[in-house]
């Protein structure tokens, strides 16, 4: 008997099908095999949970912080796993910590590997006092023979590369081991320093691996029909996606022969949306956050938070049953079966750490993100899969349909590849950068050359262009399928209902910058906005901009904190900035792109925060032209003789919006400011954070624009298709409505898409 090892189950799984009740020959992944085959005398494996256990006790004593990792247990429990990944990833490279401390050359990771390595030490003294040991901590190990009994030769397909590590178990196993391959110019150079061979491109291997011995199975030669498509939304590409479905199986694939490949698997989302007859399968299955367990708990926590009305009305008739009981038992009695069969494992983990908590609200959040990982497997049974490319490693389809082909998507790069520059990585004898991507481009180019038909699509517009990718493969860029593919998706659907809208509804009092804006550039816009209550979700740059806001504020308002000169401040700072953030790649954003411009805000901002009585976060109202006012203004500097009056701004046009006709935030604040202290200078400032040179911009005060606008309010307000505006002398003008529309959130509801 053979032992077949397969890089992922769904390889297991197409092989099986074709074995009808034949002898089979006995199979594993390359991960279950692994887990199997290593044996270490005299300690068992720690779980998976209680690592994380001891590894947050290992950081008791650590300066954490400057990782950019929360000590609070709650947020911990997620950032953990990237101190995992990077402690695994030196194991299997067979690299020692004090390797890749000597390859910092220029101290740009200095202290942060040094952290690094007292946690190891720590970690490492914790469990192995309790008889455990981890992967990555394995210094001496046997072959459990009894898994190999039987068996007189391993056959392995390998679709990546093996680990030095992996190359150690193999060595040590005496019966023959054969290992198939296929070879291109994207991994080749990975393949030969890994398998220590030459093997020209374009060819299938299989290598005798104990001797050596490579032998060609195969020559790959394959030309198959592509056509590439861009659109100018992302949602456009689920047209193209229906389209070619239908055509392929028109043209005789078969539906099963056919795979739709997500490099960003929400894309899953929309096309869920339009699969009105279940012809998709999804392999990553459906999030359990949309389960009804899930947005109940979630609902409770918002109420018990913020005292929020909508979630009250979602969990009311539960809430009486949530204070009496364990919030396990709560969970189990609420659940539905379905849902007690995805959590009971979870439920039995969550077990472990519930002393962990001060109180159950804590123990919830801890419960929400924990569920949030997991999926509901079988959701659709259509015939058409729709996967990840990683979960497509080793597949062969006739019809591949690859969506999302933009520069930030393909490739790919993991959380671990953001830690440590490509310098220290190539001296410290690690992979790179530039070969992990290459991996993921051998993932699409097997795809794309073992298919008969592939349609490739992208966005494009001012912020998404194609990935390089294309250039690489030697593909054309496409054409524009905006047009031609616009109605595939919805020509079975309702027609397009258009959100009914009245012009003449009530404003309400009192008005903040913002809405006045909106209610002027757009009756439309401050309508759904305001009156209807309905928002978009926040992008990257806003929710920076929210924490930053946050963070600053909590820092001026606590005048105990010990900060004795800019760099205190700065410190500081940043540990409140990064203890806010769950998201691992938002967090490497904030360290990259965001340190120097705030250690240049503390930098310039002390000696005025130290030395000023200050008020943050607050809101003002009041009455200019007879109309009732508001600002929130985020931070107010009393001094002696002069008030300042700061807005914080993190995107990257602060200096044009504070120029802009409409944009009324400082003159808000002047006006506020100076009705209450008319006998002091009024000084307003944009605090601009996002440019390349922060720094102030002197606040502009516009009130003849103000007091006209505000005398226009009273009358009809009609939503035309030429809005009128006034320039920066004052005079009415008119621009086409779409110039506005273009990038509106509301666009679709008002019909202007």
């Known amino acids: 008997m053979n032992l077949k090892i397969f890089t992922t189950s769904r390889q297991i799984r197409k092989w099986l099908e074709d074995k009808d009740n034949q002898f089979l020959d006995k199979f594993y992944t390359l991960g279950e095999f692994l887990g199997k085959i290593v044996v270490v005398e005299g300690r068992k494996f720690i779980d998976e949970d209680l690592r994380k256990k001891y590894l947050f006790e290992a950081i008791k004593n650590v300066d954490i912080e400057k990782l950019g990792i929360s000590r609070e247990f709650i947020n911990f429990f997620d950032d953990s796993s990237f101190i995992f990944s990077f402690f695994n990833e030196l194991f299997l490279e067979d690299v020692d910590i004090d390797n890749v401390i000597l390859s910092d050359v220029y101290l740009d990771y200095a202290e942060h590997l040094e952290i690094l390595k007292e946690i190891r030490k720590n970690y490492k003294n914790l469990i192995e006092k309790d008889g455990y040991t981890d992967k990555f901590l394995i210094e001496d190990f046997r072959i459990n023979k009894g898994l190999l009994e039987g068996i007189d030769k391993i056959e392995m397909v390998l679709d990546g590369y093996l680990s030095k590590f992996d190359l150690k178990v193999l060595e040590k196993i005496k019966i023959p081991v054969e290992i198939t391959f296929s070879v291109d110019r994207f991994n080749k150079i990975l393949i030969e320093k890994s398998l220590k061979i030459a093997a020209p491109e374009g060819y299938i291997y299989k290598l005798d691996f104990h001797n050596s011995k490579l032998q060609k199975l195969d020559k790959k030669i394959n030309s198959p029909e592509i056509e590439i498509a861009y659109f100018s939304e992302r949602l456009n590409q689920v047209n193209f996606v229906f389209a070619k479905i239908s055509q392929m199986v028109n043209e005789g694939i078969e ?89 009971d494992e979870e439920l039995f983990k969550l077990e472990k750490f519930k002393n962990m908590f001060e109180n159950k609200k804590d123990f919830l959040f801890f419960v929400l993100e924990r569920f949030k990982n997991l999926k509901i497997d079988d959701v659709y049974s259509g015939k058409i899969t729709c996967m990840g490319v990683l979960e497509s490693r080793g597949m062969k389809f006739d019809g591949v349909i690859i969506v999302d082909f933009n520069e930030d998507i393909v490739p790919r790069v993991s959380e671990s590849d953001l830690f440590l520059n490509t310098f220290i990585r190539r001296q410290a004898k690690l992979p790179t950068r530039n070969d992990r991507e290459n991996l993921q481009k051998h993932y699409y180019y097997q795809l794309i050359n073992s298919a008969k038909k592939v349609a490739i699509s992208y966005v494009k517009n001012e912020e998404k262009s194609p990935s390089r990718f294309l250039y690489e493969l030697g593909f054309s860029l496409g054409k524009n399928g905006d047009e031609k593919y616009r109605e595939i998706a919805f020509k079975y659907s309702k027609p397009k209902e258009i959100t009914k ?253």
């Open 255 to 343: 539906p099963e022969k056919i795979a739709v490949i997500l490099p960003d698997e929400e894309f899953s989302e929309y096309l869920k949306l339009f699969d009105e007859y279940k012809n998709l399968n999804f392999a990553m299955g459906e999030s359990f956050t949309k389960s009804n367990l899930y947005i109940l708990l979630k609902s409770i926590y918002e109420f018990i938070t913020s005292n929020s009305d909508i979630a009250f009305k979602k969990c009311k008739d539960y809430l009486e049953a949530f204070e009496k009981k364990e919030l396990s038992d709560f969970i189990k009695k609420t659940a539905a079966n379905k849902e007690l069969k995805i959590i």
């Open 501 to 753: 809208y009245s012009d003449e509804f009530e404003i309400l009092y009192p008005l903040y910058p913002t809405q006045l804006k909106n209610l002027v550039e757009c009756p439309k816009k401050y309508y759904f906005s305001k009156i209807l209550g309905i928002f978009n979700e926040k992008d990257e740059e806003k929710f920076f901009g929210n924490i930053f806001h946050e963070a600053v504020a909590d820092i001026v308002r606590n005048k105990k904190l010990k900060m004795e000169n800019d760099k205190d401040y700065f410190d500081i700072l940043m540990k409140e900035i990064t203890k806010r953030i769950n998201d691992k790649k938002l967090l490497f954003d904030v360290l990259v792109k965001w340190e120097d411009n705030i250690k240049t805000f503390c930098k310039i901002d002390f000696d005025q925060m130290k030395y000023s009585k200050n008020e943050t976060e607050v809101t003002k109202k009041f009455i200019f032209e007879g109309k009732e006012l508001a600002c929130r203004v985020d931070r107010i500097d009393y001094k002696e003789n002069e008030i300042i009056l700061i807005d914080y701004k993190t995107s990257s046009k602060a200096g044009e919006n504070e120029e802009y006709i409409y944009d009324f935030q400082t003159t808000f604040y002047f006006l506020w400011a100076k009705q209450n202290y008319p006998d002091k200078n009024i000084k307003t400032l944009i605090w601009d954070l996002g440019s390349e040179k922060p720094g102030k911009i002197e606040g502009v005060v516009k009130m003849e624009e103000l007091k006209k606008v505000l005398n226009n309010l009273p009358k009809k307000i009609k939503a035309a298709e030429d809005i009128i505006y006034i320039d920066k002398n004052g005079k009415e003008k008119t621009k086409k409505a779409l110039s506005i529309c273009k990038y509106c959130d509301y666009k679709i509801a008002c019909g202007r898409d």
